[in-house]
């Protein structure tokens, strides 16, 4: 079993529906961070949570501890949201990643 | 600041050959990682760097060497190239807090190796 699992893998939604990505992780995990992937190949950082719920423009993004369950919520897509999502399990000073879903929003 | 850069960003070498792919970094970050991304699966950690003068072999080391120069620089090395290590490698840094698992990371643009 992976550390830490996203699903789903692939997502294709019309412009402005409301989307959900999840993601799993196992313990000794004390921070989620959750990251884009631009379809050039880029890669950058949205959130880093260990608690409750982080909001940025239009992506929101939730943890259960307990559960061990995040998720990433984008609110009225966008065909620029076109990308691949990928959630990361802080242990210490290092990430463990998920495999990534990749969204494809048609307009 | 240009954050983390990265060159080459493609090179294709031959069966055996070597090359350096090289890393830098402007932000005074502490740790530095080595990441090669293939299909259908996360990233893979190769190598990191805590701080300058220290290394640590990641999940998948095997065929790579990595050097530490300074704070700012963190290359890797490929001393006999194979076609297993096909691959889009990628470096990023993270903060000033060894160990804190908050650090957010940032990545360079990731560079395509192909072998043949």
């Known amino acids: 079993k992976n550390e830490v699992e996203q699903s789903p893998q692939n997502l294709t939604a019309q412009e402005g529906e409301f989307i959900t990505i999840n993601c799993s992780y196992s313990?000794?995990?004390?921070?989620l961070h959750w990251l884009q992937q631009h379809p050039g190949g880029g890669i950058v950082s949205l959130f880093m949570l260990s608690s409750g719920k982080k909001k940025h423009g239009r992506l929101i993004a939730t943890i259960n501890i307990q559960e061990k369950h995040s998720s990433l919520h984008i609110t009225a897509s966008h065909p620029r949201d076109s990308a691949v999502y990928i959630c990361?399990?802080?242990?210490?000073?290092?990430?463990?990643f998920g495999t990534g879903t990749r969204l494809q929003v048609f307009p | 600041n240009a954050g983390v850069t990265q060159t080459p960003k493609f090179q294709v070498l031959k069966t055996g050959q070597s090359m350096t792919l090289q890393c830098a970094q402007d932000m005074n970050h502490n740790s530095m990682y080595w990441y090669r991304q293939d299909p259908g699966m996360g990233l893979r950690l190769i190598y990191y760097?805590?701080?300058?003068?220290?290394?640590d072999k990641g999940e998948v080391p095997n065929g790579y060497n990595v050097s530490r120069l300074n704070k700012r620089e963190f290359s890797l090395r490929l001393e006999s190239a194979a076609p297993s290590q096909t691959s889009v490698y990628f470096c990023?840094?993270?903060?000033?807090?060894?160990?804190?698992?908050?650090?957010?990371?940032?990545f360079g643009p990731g560079t395509r190796l192909t072998v043949l």
């Open positions: 760097s805590a701080s300058e003068g220290t290394t």
């Open positions: 313990v000794g995990i004390s921070a």
């Open positions: 990023a840094s993270s903060g000033d807090r060894s160990g804190y698992s908050y650090n957010e990371q940032f």
């Open positions: 990361a399990g802080g242990r210490a000073d290092k990430l463990i």
